[in-house]
């Protein structure tokens, strides 16, 4: 009867230092949780204010944009929206070979 209730006391100490293990890892997702809701209420605030001042131009992004990526214009062939628009310098120093380059960032 005795190493049963060393077992169940054993066990009992475990659990306990389970819970304790699981508590601190509750306050650091607890933090991550506080950094990251900081972070998309600054961006929200970004947005906003970006649509204030851009006005009506804003307003076509219908929502906002979840994964960016960068694509040649060529293949692109225009039916795609474009977010923005990178011109690159010609001549012999330019990149490419000195072809002139234009990208667009898509959403």
């Given amino acids: 009867m005795g190493s049963l209730l060393e077992e169940l006391a054993r066990r009992e100490a475990v659990a306990r230092q389970r819970m304790g293990e699981i508590r601190k890892q509750i306050v650091v997702l607890e933090s991550q949780l506080e950094g990251g809701h900081d ?3 600054r961006l929200v605030i970004t947005r ?3 649509e204030e001042i851009l ?3 804003a307003r076509l992004v219908q929502e ?3 994964a960016a990526e960068v694509v040649d214009a060529a293949r692109a ?3 795609v929206p474009v977010l923005g628009v990178v011109f ?3 001549g012999p120093g330019g990149p490419r070979g000195g072809r002139a380059g234009r ?5």
């Fill in 103 to 107: 990208r667009r960032l898509m959403g």
């Fill in 48 to 50: 906003e204010t970006v």
């Fill in 77 to 79: 062939g225009g039916a």
């Fill in 55 to 57: 006005g009506a131009a």
């Fill in 39 to 41: 972070r998309l209420s």
């Fill in 88 to 90: 690159m310098p010609t």
């Fill in 64 to 66: 906002p944009v979840r």
